[in-house]
């Protein structure tokens, strides 16, 4: 079903409100006050933006894609979605629920076959802007969690903020976590703690809010040889470097102990499979 399944479990969920967190996307503290919030009661529908915006997508979504004349809609000229994340009540948007599920599984399916769109990331944003449905989008542009290593950084994590600004999801989609046993093929030299999973998290770089947001723009590069050449990264190679974005230790923030619980419970997670299942079974399941 691939990304279908994200829009077919909320479709059929029997639950009338739902945060829907992907499998890799950490909360860094307690995210059920989203239920709680002004902007929630208000709208009923909570989305996050994406890294990509119409002057700067990875996607060609931008005041001259094909898409608008497809949808029947007038551009939007905003932040794509990105949805690791999503806040929805189900009683107040059955309409817009029910064309995001007619977007990802009518078929022909002409996202997929003209590539205007990416799987299902901006489907709920396309969906409540062709109903005019309420929704608030997170004002704030996300935040890039990465490594630094011989002064170059690769961004593997999203980090998305709360409706105050202040970062409430981890969402490592560049890097899974396999909690590998030991006979699966090793990615990198072993931890020091050892566990399996290698260390991601050194520093985070943020938007400098004093700048317009035409400033926001993430790059997507290689890092070598500092990084291996299969590894995609994204933020800015020197973090230092550009004044538009603020670089900050993870040592230092109030959440720098959750990627080792994390890793930790991915090695729990492999620990409860089968003996039986081989390696390819258990790097897809954890991987998903």
């Keep these: ?10 479709y059929h969920s029997t639950l009338d409100r739902v945060l829907f967190l992907d499998a890799d996307n950490f909360p860094v503290r307690d995210p059920t006050s989203l239920f709680n919030s002004a902007e929630f009661e208000r709208t009923g529908a909570v989305f996050w933006p994406d890294y990509w915006h119409p ?26 979605q990105e949805s690791g994340q999503l806040l929805i009540d189900r009683r107040r948007h059955a309409a817009p629920m029910k064309l995001a599920f007619f977007y990802m599984f009518h078929r022909p399916n002409f996202f997929q076959k003209l590539q205007v769109a990416h799987g299902d990331k901006d489907l709920f944003r396309f969906a409540w802007l062709k109903l005019e449905a309420p929704f608030h989008m997170i004002l704030t542009p996300p935040a890039v969690a990465g490594k630094v290593v011989d002064d170059l950084f690769c961004g593997m994590t999203m980090a998305q903020h709360d409706l105050e600004g202040d970062v409430l999801f981890l ?20 931890e020091a703690d050892g566990l399996p999973d290698p260390v ?26 500092a ?62």
């Design 200 to 225: 991601i998290w050194t520093h985070l770089l943020s938007f400098n809010g004093s700048f317009e947001v035409e400033h926001y723009v993430i790059d997507t590069y290689r890092a070598e040889p």
């Design 55 to 80: 002057k700067h997508s990875i996607f060609n979504i931008h005041e001259k894609s094909m898409l608008w004349e497809l949808l029947d809609m007038p551009y939007a000229d905003m932040f794509e």
């Design 227 to 288: 990084f291996p050449k299969s590894q995609s990264c994204f933020g800015k190679r020197k973090i230092e470097h550009d004044p538009h974005f603020v670089a900050q230790a993870f040592r230092n923030l109030s959440f720098a102990d959750l990627e080792n619980k994390v890793r930790r419970f991915a090695v729990d997670a492999v620990n409860l499979l089968p003996a039986s299942h081989n390696a390819d079974t258990i790097r897809h399941r954890l991987a998903e």
């Design 171 to 190: 969402h490592r989609n560049q890097f899974k976590l396999t909690g590998k046993l030991a006979g699966l093929k090793k990615r990198e030299v072993p």
């Design 1 to 10: 079903m691939g990304f279908g399944a994200k829009v077919y479990s909320i």
